[in-house]
């Protein structure tokens, strides 16, 4: 065991017989969108994995790629892996993390998507819709079920060839292995549907074809599914056998994963507490002899080291962690632990950006996936730059900035460092928010960045300095809409109500169904623990049962929620869905958690007035009064760029503005979230 670190079980080598892991955190698998791109998508993938694997992760997986067409795109290119023009693709990655670092074990995984997959020829056990595809997939025959074992067997060989370390099936999430393990999707009557030996014998063939082919020296890893947070989903014994019957077929690990795509319990998002689900990798692992891998929102060492402290598992997976900083494990095992940039599980800049087709990166590290393209060199000029406004745009532009080499004052109005995310931070669910501001604040100390905190500072303050460079990242302030009686006492804005500098009644009305009214919405019904921050109360409001292991583990729970004794009515101009406007991935989970809470939701509403009586509005062309004392204003915000026009003028009648930068929402209001604001900060800093 080592010493001299203060996480010494994550850093605890593995002994697999024939091969050992350094350490035991696992880059998981994420598909990134560069997988698909056959112009330079694989130079990319190997510099991004390459980085990861110079920060000291112990094993890697790729992103999931198809044993054969009808398993991934349809399209023949980068995401399957069917040839050796593949093989040559796949070297590059293999390469690059050798050079990086030989001791890194980098796996390949292949994922077949069934009735998931994005295109008309989708193929399943059985002809059943997924809730989440609009195509309706064709029964395989048993022929071509051979078949596709076959494919699986000959694209572990083919990935064995490229130099990887192991393979990874993946048997969940709703994709084909899963669709046939459950009678909801296994409706066959030949030996592959009916009982549930036939109905596992699709991974179990798979898994001892794989052995056959790649030999006994290769890491061999299969995803279960130890719950898949479905009524009709596996019972406890059946997931035991399964998991047994794979490790007899030739598994070298076993690796839990959480969820099907279509189930409505959120497991990955910010909402979700910290290894929630570990508990479950625990209990299997006492029924097996080979090491399992345990996932889902261990984004921070000191949590790694609980969760192996308790016995819940070998392996420790960090998909996410990875892409908000690649340095993780090196910063973990030196115990600089206040350095590591956190994955707050946002899902914006990752997951939803997946989903909407388009590459992934990370709201906190927008170089991920760009690390050809975005890079923060030391500069050979260093400046004198002054920043206004330390929320998120000018923090990200400050420290990379600083990074290069740039002489940096940062001048913040308030006490904190943080602006609007100082806000976002109180919201229960969002306790991870306060990571980023601690990064913040360490980075600020480290680079020597001279930050004046309670300083307005004005446009001749500045004029008056000998700046090189300024950058005005003064954000934005809330909007206030023009609507008769909103100067009434009983109205307040966000910012009031979420630092309580106002009072909140018991009967409230919030305007703007945004991002900003959602939260507002979760923190005035909210009782109790935090959801998030206490992983029974999140089983009970999800209905979850842990104990019991009920099939999926949820079947007959009742969701319980702690309900307010707030009355609460969340309004919206637009006659759309609510919550549309939300992330892709966490916005269903956003809406039930208010209709869990009975937050009355009306849209299509006009604003008529307020007064002593409450809100006058119309809907369907009807007038109705809520009788609220509270109108809690949440409608959007404008831009705050007084200092920057000052300047600008300024500059403009001197006749050089090269050296003013605008920058977040100071520059653009609409739609500013912190991804956007990051990303602008470190893509300025790394041009000036
Ligand atoms: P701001 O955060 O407004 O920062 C500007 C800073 O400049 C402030 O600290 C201000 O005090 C300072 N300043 C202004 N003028 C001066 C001056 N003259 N001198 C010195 N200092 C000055 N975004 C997401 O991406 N995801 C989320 O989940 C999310 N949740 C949110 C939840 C809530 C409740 C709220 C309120 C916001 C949330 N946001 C979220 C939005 C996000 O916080 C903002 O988009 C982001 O903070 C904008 O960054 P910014 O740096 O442009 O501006
Ligand atoms: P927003 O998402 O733009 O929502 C503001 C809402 O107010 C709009 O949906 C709009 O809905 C309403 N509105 C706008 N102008 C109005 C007016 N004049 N009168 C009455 N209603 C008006 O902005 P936000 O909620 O303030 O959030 C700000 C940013 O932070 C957003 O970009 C958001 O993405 C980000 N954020 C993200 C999250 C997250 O969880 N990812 C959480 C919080 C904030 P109608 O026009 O339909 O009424
Ligand atoms: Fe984590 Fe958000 Fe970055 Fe995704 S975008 S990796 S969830 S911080």
Known sequence: MSTETPYPLVFEPLDLGFTTLKNRILMGSMHTGLEEDSTEGFDRLAKYYAERASGGVGMIMTGGFAPNLEGGSGKVGGDSLTNAEGVERHRQITTAVKEA?????MCFQILHTGSIAGHENLVAPSPVRSRINRFTPRALTGE?????IEDFARCAGLAREAGYDGVEVIGSAGYLISAFLLTKTNKRSDEWGGSY???????VEIIRRIRQRIGDDCILIYRIAAMEMLEEGSSWEEVVQLAQAIEQAGATIISTHFTWHEARVPTIATRVPRAAFTRVTGRLRKELSIPVITSNRINMPEVAEKVLADGHADIVSMGRPMLADPDLANKAREGRTDEINTCIACNQACLDQLFQGRQISCLVNPRAGYETRLNYLPTDAPKKVAVVGAGPAGLAFTCVAAQRGHQVTLFEADAEIGGHFN????????????????????????LGVDL??????????????????????SGIVPRKPPIAGIDHPKVINYREAILGTKPV?????IIGAGGIGYDVAELITHNGTSASLDVDVFAREWGLDFENHPRGGVAGVVPKVEKSDREVFLLQRKSSRFGSTLGLTTGWA??????????????GVTYEKIDDEGLHITVDGKPRLLEVDTIIICAG????????????????AAQGTANLHLIGGAELAAEIDAKRAIAQGCRLAAEI
């Open 590 to 603: 956003h809406t039930i958690s208010l209709m869990h809470k009975e937050v009355h939701m009306l849209a």
């Open 452 to 473: 004046k905190l309670n300083h307005r500072v004005s446009s001749e303050e500045l004029k008056g300095g000998d700046w090189d460079e300024v950058v005005i990242a």
């Open 197 to 203: 030996e036939n109905r596992m014998r699709l991974p």
């Open 101 to 105: 670092d030989p001791d890194c074990k």
């Open 144 to 148: 071509e079920i051979e078949q596709t």
């Open 637 to 652: 915000q404008e831009s705050l760029s007084d200092v920057y026009e000052d300047l600008k003028s300024a500059d403009e």
């Open 423 to 446: 806000l976002a931070k109180r919201i229960p669910g969002k306790e991870e928010f306060n990571e980023t501001l601690r990064y913040y604040t360490r980075q600020i100390e480290l």
């Open 505 to 509: 009644g018991k009967r409230v009305a």
